[in-house]
Each structure stands twice: as structure tokens, then as C-alpha cells.
């Protein structure tokens, strides 16, 4: 009986801390705009993304498990919208597509494939816009980021579109 109390005692510790943590995401977080036609102003996708790459601070916590979970967390209880869930993936690849174009032919320290790179133009992005945004600018700032060290990749931590897609009595 003591091993079920510490278990739920544990389970209620992190619903909890899961509630006061996308409480505080969503008083501050920028309201993606979504049309009448389910399409998703890419402007304002923008804006949210990079609050929330602020928010969860990957650089310095660097478990991408627990932010995906967060993620999901914010779907599932109704606090992120499906088709904004859903573009989370492809504004990812589109920041990375634009770090590859300016970056592809660059001698980078340590990255020697193309998982490394991909490791690499995902810890750019985890790092905050205004990394990112230098970052494009390889002439200025090319000693700065090519040494960046990176974490197993952050891109994991985005759902992929499966989890969002797949009802959850099936996950």
C-alpha cells in the first residue's frame, strides 16, 4: 500500500506541475491566428514558436522528451490548437531549410553528417530568434555559430504528425 501512495502522490505532483507550467506558457503566449479556411498565419505561428523555444529554455534544460510532452500536454488539454500543433513540424523544417541554404557549404566544427548538421541547425534554433537571425548572417558571424556545441537534436522534441493525427486510444 505504501508503493500505490508514493506513485499516485508522484503522478498528482507532475499533473500539477504539467498545469502551472502551461498556465504561465499560455498567459503570455501569442495567439496564432487561424482563417475561416483552417489556414494558419505563418506571421503569427512565428511569434508563438519562438515564445515557446523561449519558454521551455532547451539550451539550458536539454530533454527534449519532457518539452514534446509538454507540447502534446498543451493539445490534448484543449490549450493548442490541432492545426497549430500540426505546422509545428514544417515551421521547424523551414528554419532549418533556411539555416542549410546559408550554411551547406561551411566547414562546421564537429558536424560531420547529416544527422550532425540537422543536431546543429535544430540546437541554432533552440537557441532563440535572435540567434537564429544572426546565425543566417554566416559572413558576420560565421567564428560564433560554426563552433556552436549541440544537444541531441531539438527537432524531437516537435510531435510528429502522427501523434497529433492518431487518436489517443491508439497511441
Given at each position: ?38 489556414n494558419i498565419n505563418m506571421e503569427s505561428l512565428d511569434e508563438f514558436m ?122
Amino acid at each position: 500500500m505504501r508503493n500505490i501512495r508514493s506513485v499516485i502522490k508522484k503522478v498528482l505532483t507532475e499533473e500539477v506541475s504539467f498545469q502551472q507550467n502551461a498556465l504561465n506558457f499560455m498567459k503570455n503566449a501569442p495567439e496564432v491566428k487561424i482563417n475561416e479556411k483552417g489556414n494558419i498565419n505563418m506571421e503569427s505561428l512565428d511569434e508563438f514558436m519562438w515564445y515557446l523555444i523561449d519558454f521551455v529554455d532547451y539550451p539550458n534544460n536539454p530533454d527534449y522528451k519532457k518539452i514534446k510532452s509538454f507540447i502534446l500536454g498543451l493539445w490534448r488539454y484543449g490549450m493548442l490548437e490541432k492545426e497549430v500543433a500540426l505546422r509545428m513540424k514544417g515551421w521547424m523544417g523551414m528554419k532549418q531549410n533556411a539555416l542549410s541554404d546559408q550554411w551547406l557549404d561551411k566547414d562546421i566544427k564537429d558536424v560531420g553528417g547529416d544527422d550532425s548538421f540537422h543536431d546543429w541547425m535544430s540546437q541554432i534554433i533552440s537557441m532563440g530568434k535572435d540567434h537564429y537571425e544572426a546565425a543566417l548572417d554566416v559572413d558576420n558571424n560565421y567564428k560564433k555559430y560554426s563552433n556552436v556545441p549541440y544537444e541531441e537534436s531539438f527537432a524531437y522534441a516537435i510531435p510528429h504528425y502522427s501523434e497529433i493525427e492518431t487518436p489517443e486510444i491508439f497511441r
